[in-house]
């Protein structure tokens, strides 16, 4: 019967960006701190190379919500940890 659209719509996106034809496994890192500390977070995981960052307010606290290859997740949650507690 084939690949569902959105499948495809996915794979065609893949091949846009230069990424083989192979899925990249992922993971969706989130976490809930401070409001102040969100600007530290934010900078922290641009320098990291994360650049799509959802940001839900929660009364007083964010919480964030990335999502990433599975190979820097690891490296996504304690640059979150180390920046949220500085």
């Known amino acids: ?6 499948a495809r719509r996915i794979q065609r996106r893949v091949l846009y960006m ?4 192979n899925l990249v496994s ?3 890192v ?3 701190f401070r409001e102040s500390k969100l600007a530290g ?3 922290a995981l ?8 959802s940001v839900e307010p929660r009364s007083p606290k964010v919480k964030i919500g990335v999502i990433v290859a599975d190979e820097i997740a690891p490296r996504v949650v304690s640059t979150i940890e180390s920046a949220a507690r500085a």
């Open 1 to 6: 019967m084939g690949e569902p659209q959105s």
């Open 18 to 21: 230069g990424l083989s034809s």
């Open 26 to 28: 992922m993971k969706k």
């Open 30 to 32: 989130e976490a809930i």
């Open 41 to 43: 977070v934010r900078d």
């Open 46 to 53: 641009i320098k990291l190379g994360v650049g799509d960052i």
